[in-house]
């Protein structure tokens, strides 16, 4: 265990935010983990940094979860059972599940965070969830300080949504469990722009083919977090009553949508603050990506506060346009 006082989180967060913690542990194993909460049973845990925004020094004690380690849990003709530590990178995961030709991860290839803090968003891209492949999630209660496994029916999955965020706090997850193909995988290539890419290439479809077009498409979209600070998508894509959705689609055919019910649509972000005329809008040091307006990036020497600001004139442009209320993402500290 590694114990830092009065910390800067600035290498800690991928906005690149300053702002300094009072206590920051750097835990490695689980006898680590039940030590620290011995001591400091109100601290916050901290993933890879990737989903937060902070606004304010952090004085309550955070906890970073180092604990490495991948290892096959379970293995038949067609599937394998692969556990990943939660201190473990996740992009560096799936590298290394797709580079043995397993197939379920690959869509989700270069999100940055680490494997703990990935259930916990329920993190998605390109048509995958991270609910579509996990099979359990090995957590410590705080409630009991016991350890238990949570089935993936027991996690409460939704989108960007999951029990661990149900009940903030509450469980500090320690290990993820994921379900894997070796052959006949089924592929998701219909999003965006990857079959097309494949095709072009000259690729079939490949779990690590797939990986590396998908790389190709966020890394010509997307700015890289050690380049240009930014936490990825700021706001969810919002889903919407099907009626709204008719109505607007009546001023704007264009819209893309997702059909999530008979009831509900879901619309994409981007698409709505593009509209509004947001897409490289720029206030001082933080501004709305020039390719991609679902990120929002700190040109250097921004405050979280600004950042924040920058976020709430989005969302009134477009709710006062499209009467939809933008939700965050991210997390606020």
Known sequence: MNIHKNISLQAYNTFGIEQKAALLIEAYDTKDILEALRSYPNLIVLGGGSNILLTQEIQTPILKIMQKGISVEKETDSHVWIKAQAGEVWSDFV????????????NLSLIYGT???????NIG????????????????????????????????????????????GRYIILSATFCQTKRDHLFKTHYGDIRALLQEKGWGETPELISKVIK????????????????GSFFKNPVIPREQFLSLQERYPTMPHFEISAEEVKV?????????????????????????????????????????????????????????QLEMEVNVW
């Open 115 to 121: 494997v703990g803090a990935a259930p916990v968003q």
């Open 125 to 168: 891209a390109y048509g995958v969830e991270l609910k579509d492949v996990l099979s359990s999630c090995e957590v410590l209660d705080r409630e009991s300080g016991q350890t238990m496994t949570l089935l993936k029916e027991n996690c409460h999955f939704g989108y960007r949504d999951s029990l661990f965020k149900q009940q903030k």
């Open 95 to 106: 590298d290394s599940c797709v580079a043995r030709g397993y197939g379920g991860l690959e």
């Open 268 to 324: 994409p972000a981007a698409f709505l603050i593009e509209t509004c005329e947001l897409k490289g809008f720029r206030i001082d040091k933080v501004g709305v990506h020039h390719r991609q307006p679902l990120v929002l990036v700190n040109f250097g020497g921004a405050t979280g506060e600004e950042v924040l600001a920058l976020a709430g004139h989005i969302q009134k442009r477009v709710l006062n346009r499209f009467g939809i």
């Open 216 to 231: 190709e498409i966020r890394l010509s979209k997307l700015p890289n977090p050690t380049e240009l600070g930014n936490s």
